[in-house]
């Protein structure tokens, strides 16, 4: 059975894994996971004001940000599904039935302007990871690596769907 502590050249015990080993670890997920975790950020502040839908015939948006909309909700690079439209003609009301009164939700300006600040941070927090990741320390080359592998992979998977 293997202790957790290692001897080193010294004789004296490390513990396993060791802070260098930690910070090398949190490097390579960092910057391998850094472009996924900048995507979600960005498309779901997108989503947070519904920019990602139409509304009525006065907003359509652009179809880039629709399908990378479907990549974050769905997993697929695609346009949404068309429903069909409802008929227009309405049902008449039966007798003694209240009509239907649309009450309106409470105000929540407040929480998306929240979320949107949550996900502008963790995109620029990632960012200022990546850059720390790539010009800093001694593991740049692997670091770049591992950018280009987190951020290729996730394209070929969803392109290969």
């Known amino acids: 059975m293997t202790d957790s502590k290692t001897p080193t050249a010294r004789?004296?015990?490390?513990?396993w894994p060791t802070p260098r080993t930690l910070r090398d670890l949190h490097l390579y997920l960092a910057v391998f996971f850094a472009p996924s975790i900048l995507f979600f950020a960005l498309t779901g502040a997108l989503q947070l004001f519904g920019l990602h839908e139409s509304h009525g015939s006065d907003y359509r948006p652009p179809s880039v940000i629709e399908k990378l909309s479907q990549v974050h909700i769905h997993q697929r690079y695609a346009l949404k599904p068309t429903r069909p439209r409802p008929a227009t003609a309405a049902k008449p009301a039966e007798k003694g039935a209240p009509a239907k009164t649309e009450a309106k939700e409470p105000s929540t300006l407040a929480i998306q302007v929240f979320f949107l600040g949550t996900a502008l941070g963790l995109a620029l927090a990632s960012l200022l990871g990546l850059w720390i990741?790539?010009?800093?320390?001694?593991?740049?080359?692997?670091?770049?690596?591992?950018?280009a592998l987190g951020t290729v992979l996730p394209i070929l998977l969803v392109a290969l769907q």
């Open 11 to 15: 004789g004296i015990a490390r513990p």
């Open 133 to 147: 990741g790539l010009t800093q320390g001694r593991l740049r080359k692997v670091s770049a690596v591992l950018a």
